[in-house]
């Protein structure tokens, strides 16, 4: 029996560069696949997300033989430091030396902490051709009958994700 490779970064690293599908970037691969990306998240206005049975609608809802990977990232976030730091600069200046000190500190200790990191959800599709093209934009509105929403991937947003998880000198090969 041949040997199958289920899951592969080699085509993932090796981009040929981006393509357009339609309103999407797709990333090429090594062997000329075009890969499409997206985001998935919990809409903040449903209490009741049911990510499971969102999964199972959306393989039930794949043709045989099409690939869907599933990553989880855990991504640095440097949003709510930041927005500290704001808020700490804008603070009066302390009228004591004591409280001068603790400020100083305080400012010191964000700045130089670790990035606190979010966990993101990604889908990477492999476009099988037009009719994929159809189901993967059907995505958001499958999802949001389980409270989960789809942000489809532009070129910065899949450039700095390859970078990320597995290339940080991406380069493209003719």
């Known amino acids: 029996m041949a040997e199958q490779t289920i899951g592969s970064t080699r085509t993932f690293v090796l981009a040929k560069g981006f393509i357009q599908v339609g309103n999407h ?11 499409l990306f997206a985001e998935v998240y919990a809409d903040p206005d449903r209490p009741d997300v049911r990510p499971q049975e969102a999964y199972k609608a959306i393989l039930s809802s794949m043709q045989p033989g099409w690939t869907l990977r599933l990553l989880q ?14 808020q700490v600069q804008r603070w009066n200046t302390p ?22 990191f979010v966990r993101r959800t990604v889908f990477e599709f492999v476009l099988p051709g037009d009719e994929g093209i159809a189901w993967w934009e059907g ?11 789809i942000r489809y991937l532009d070129q ?4 700095s994700l390859t970078r990320w998880v597995l290339n940080p000198n991406l380069e493209y090969r003719a």
């Open 95 to 116: 009228a004591t030396e004591g409280l001068d000190i603790l400020h100083q500190g305080l400012s010191l200790a964000v700045q130089e902490y670790p990035l606190p």
């Open 25 to 35: 970037s797709a990333l090429m691969g090594e062997d000329d696949t075009k890969r």
């Open 156 to 159: 910065t947003a899949i450039e």
């Open 73 to 86: 990232l855990f991504w640095p976030d440097p949003e709510p430091r930041l927005e500290f730091q704001k």
């Open 139 to 149: 995505l958001n509105g499958l999802c949001a009958g389980f409270g989960l929403r």
